[in-house]
T-cell receptor, first 111, second 113 residues
Framework: DAKTTQPTSMDCAEGRAANLPCNHSTISGNEYVYWYRQIHSQGPQYIIHGLKNNETNEMASLIITEDRKSSTLILPHATLRDTAVYYCIVRSSGGSYIPTFGRGTSLIVHP | DSGVTQTPKHLITATGQRVTLRCSPRSGDLSVYWYQQSLDQGLQFLIQYYNGEERAKGNILERFSAQQFPDLHSELNLSSLELGDSALYFC????????????FGQGTRLTVV
């Protein structure tokens, strides 16, 4: 699976959009981009995933660049409860898969 | 609520002891994963089971073992406990081995004193 690079930490004002970048320049054609988050001491929570089209669900939007070498997770109206570590994971479709988490981005949403 | 249930939520035990952590996966999920997260450390994959059989092993110590039962619940056994085993232990489940997202329980916080 392709390696990902994320900033160590970010902050965002409550009510504003939080844009979390992820670089995955070695991604291959059949690899998906997944995002999880982990609120302090809780289990990780799946957020969203995509292949090449932009995706949106009730939690967030995922924007993948046309060359697929990077993506951005967007929390449109961040709240204090969105303070968490956000993990970007790239994995190939099919086959056995073990969710593997790097260091992620620590997002702090402040009042 | 992810649908994955882990018990107990907290466990305090002494060095040298043995404990068992339990995980009930989401209804219909056949695959179970165990992870360890020490203080300020990332999530370390330990082991995966699928429909009762071991499918993948990560950084699991020989003192640790796991199994998945016919009703699909899983147990992680930790023996000869050391202070360094103090951590959060998470269980996750997914529908299949190569599936999309995994759903995590709330974890068991183990403290070894």
């Amino acid at each position: 699976d392709a390696k990902t690079t994320q900033p160590t930490s970010m902050d965002c004002a409550e009510g504003r959009a939080a844009n979390l970048p992820c670089n995955h320049s070695t991604i291959s054609g059949n690899e998906y981009v997944y995002w999880y988050r982990q609120i302090h001491s809780q289990g990780p929570q799946y957020i969203i995933h995509g292949l090449k089209n932009n995706e949106t669900n009730e939690m967030a939007s995922l924007i993948i660049t046309e060359d697929r070498k990077s993506s951005t997770l967007i929390l449109p109206h961040a709240t204090l409860r969105d303070t968490a570590v956000y993990y970007c994971i790239v994995r190939s479709s099919g086959g056995s898969y073990i969710p593997t988490f790097g260091r992620g981005t620590s997002l702090i949403v402040h009042p | 609520d992810s649908g994955v249930t882990q018990t107990p939520k907290h466990l305090i035990t002494a060095t040298g002891q043995r404990v068992t952590l339990r995980c009930s996966p989401r209804s219909g999920d056949l695959s179970v994963y165990w992870y360890q997260q020490s203080l300020d450390q990332g999530l370390q994959f330990l082991i995966q089971y699928y429909n009762g059989e071991e499918r993948a092993k990560g950084n699991i110590l020989e003192r640790f073992s796991a199994q998945q039962f016919p009703d699909l619940h899983s147990e992680l056994n930790l023996s000869s406990l050391e202070l360094g085993d103090s951590a959060l232990y998470f269980c996750a489940s997914s529908v299949a081995v190569g599936t999309t997202e995994a759903f995590f329980g709330q974890g068991t916080r183990l403290t070894v004193v």
